[in-house]
């Protein structure tokens, strides 16, 4: 069975929605099926921002819950190629991005294998009370064991005459935030000025 769509929602998996056109086949039984194809991402949200240092791994009862719902989906095999749109999008709360995307899916429902980039071009985010101008931004899939990418997000804001630079790095689980000032400030007071607009 092939269906084409010019635009669908898909909310899977936990935490992630995707909104995108293509063509995919399911072939098989109900015991070994394969949904394959190939699909152009349009947006890509997510439920919660970096603020969160867990923002794209899926919790143990998210993955039970979807188990218990789509029971005859848990065998199910997934081999699909995704690109982006030429006005593609990611978000998540507090923020609206440009990006480029080449991603992989594959694995089953209960175990999801994301592989590939989102590279974010341009576009705003709100952190900590502030709106910064996001200067470069790459998302890596890379883990075939675990939904635990890589992010490497690179934005600025301005403070008085204060250009403030941060960067979060690492993955997703283990987010890890630097930053720095331009004209150079200590550490105490950058976060004092993002905090209070004061240095």
Request: aromatic share 6%; hydrophobic share 35%; charged share 20%.
């Amino acid at each position: 069975m092939t269906t084409t769509t010019d635009r669908v929602r898909i909310r899977y998996p936990e935490g992630m929605s995707w909104l995108v056109g293509g063509s995919l086949r399911l072939s098989g039984s109900t015991n070994s099926g394969v949904m394959s194809g190939k699909v152009t991402v349009q947006r890509v949200t997510l439920t919660q921002g970096l603020e969160t240092a867990g923002v794209l791994v899926s919790s143990k009862q998210g993955i039970s819950d979807q188990r218990r719902t789509h029971r005859s989906c848990v065998t199910l095999q997934f081999d699909i190629e995704a690109g982006s749109s030429p006005d593609a999008r990611m978000e998540w709360p507090g923020a609206e991005l440009e990006a480029d995307a080449s991603l992989r899916v594959r694995g089953t429902w209960e175990h999801p294998i994301i592989l590939g980039h989102i590279h974010l071009l341009s576009g705003d985010l709100y952190f900590a009370g502030n709106r910064y101008r996001v200067a470069r931004g790459d998302v890596n899939f890379a883990n075939p064991f675990r939904l635990d990418p890589v992010l490497n997000v690179e934005a600025s804001t301005r403070v008085q005459q204060y250009e403030i630079t941060l960067n979060f790095s690492g993955p997703s689980s283990k987010l890890a935030l630097a930053y720095r000032s331009d004209p150079p400030l200590p550490s105490n007071d950058i976060v004092t000025l993002l905090a209070l607009g004061a240095a």
